[in-house]
């Protein structure tokens, strides 16, 4: 039960911008329409920039629009290979389909 005088408990801490000054962003942007990810097309299609920064640029926009895979790993002892690895690839849809 909340009492007077007690000490902060949660929330956010001091300073901290709530999520209506966290969209101003998304909405200056929206104003001067600007979009991020075709400007990130752009660079990476200029012919001026370098590849480093075609490839940096690929991979932002990459983010934005296939998901991230996890990582698999597989652990095989040093005197044992396994009698068969079988490969599934999944699509977007959760079908997974088996390599033959």
């Known amino acids: 039960m909340f009492q007077t005088g007690h000490s902060k408990v949660g929330g956010r801490k001091r300073g901290t911008k709530n999520k209506k000054t966290l969209l101003a962003a998304d909405e200056l942007l929206l104003k001067l329409d600007i979009n991020p ?30 998901p991230k895979l996890k990582s698999q790993e597989i652990y095989v ?24």
């Open 77 to 100: 002892e040093e005197d044992q290979q396994p009698d068969s690895i079988e490969i599934h690839f999944v699509s977007p849809d959760g079908k997974r389909e088996k390599m033959a």
């Open 37 to 66: 990810i075709e400007k990130l097309i752009s660079i990476a299609e200029s012919g001026d920039s370098s590849i480093e920064q075609q490839i940096r640029c690929w991979q932002e926009v990459a983010k934005y629009t296939y």
